[in-house]
T-cell receptor, first 111, second 113 residues
Framework: QQPVQSPQAVILREGEDAVINCSSS?????VHWYRQKHGEAPVFLMI?????EQKGHEKISASFNEKKQQSSLYLTASQLSYSGTYFC????????????FGAGTQVVVTP | DGGITQSPKYLFRKEGQNVTLSCEQN?????MYWYRQDPGQGLRLIYY???????QKGDIAEGYSVSREKKESFPLTVTSAQKNPTAFYLC????????????FGDGTRLSIL
């Protein structure tokens, strides 16, 4: 079962913050975050593992709440380059190697 | 440079025709994946393979077939049984280990003539 992402879309002004959520109804081993620009391949941002710590990439960070089986991606002080579609990919604890992606969150950062 | 090469970039299929999308990686990764992406939608898993000569169905395997005869190659065949094949197809690979990220190719855009 694919993870559920929210919101579907968000519009930000440069410098504003946003949070993207990713949740699963199944126990997860890991959550992966990717960003895709239009017509391009997704680019890896970070992985959060079960029992792991919050990760960061530039001013983008993420957390993983094992109790809720939910991960959140934080875009802090957004830049124009942050525009794109963000996908979470989840690997279930009982399904090694199978990575399933959410429907994506479109982020538009305006000047 | 190491990477994943998908070819062709654009592909057109006639009704009733099978077409094969190529995916080659020189990253020495064990696992390889095929995803389908429809406009405005996420990535849906078609097939994946964690080792040579073995592969598993993903969430939308019907109408597709794959092979994994070599570690570096994982071709996807879109058969005539796939009635709505128009989509962006992404191949990915991943090193062994559950803490490893997937790396994606640049994709193949398939359209129906």
């Amino acid at each position: 079962q694919q993870p559920v992402q929210s919101p579907q879309a968000v519009i930000l002004r440069e410098g504003e913050d946003a949070v993207i959520n990713c949740s699963s109804s199944k126990a997860l081993y890991s959550v992966h975050w990717y960003r895709q620009k239009h017509g391009e391949a997704p680019v890896f941002l970070m992985i959060l593992l079960k029992g792991g710590e919050q990760k960061g990439h530039e001013k983008i960070s993420a957390s993983f709440n094992e109790k809720k089986q939910q991960s959140s991606l934080y875009l802090t002080a957004s830049q124009l380059s942050y525009s794109g579609t963000y996908f979470c990919g989840t690997e279930r604890a009982d399904s090694w190697g199978k990575l399933q992606f959410g429907a994506g969150t479109q982020v538009v950062v305006t000047p | 440079d190491g990477g994943i090469t998908q070819s062709p970039k654009y592909l057109f299929r006639k009704e009733g025709q099978n077409v094969t999308l190529s995916c080659e990686q020189n990253l020495n990764h064990d696992a390889m994946y095929w995803y389908r992406q429809d406009p405005g939608q996420g990535l849906r898993l078609i097939y994946y393979s964690q080792i040579v000569n073995d592969f598993q169905k993903g969430d939308i395997a019907e109408g597709y077939s794959v092979s994994r005869e070599k570690k570096e190659s994982f071709p996807l065949t879109v058969t005539s049984a796939q009635k709505n094949p128009t989509a962006f197809y992404l191949c990915a690979s991943r090193q062994e280990g559950r803490n490893q990220p997937q790396h994606f190719g640049d994709g193949t855009r398939l359209s129906i003539l």
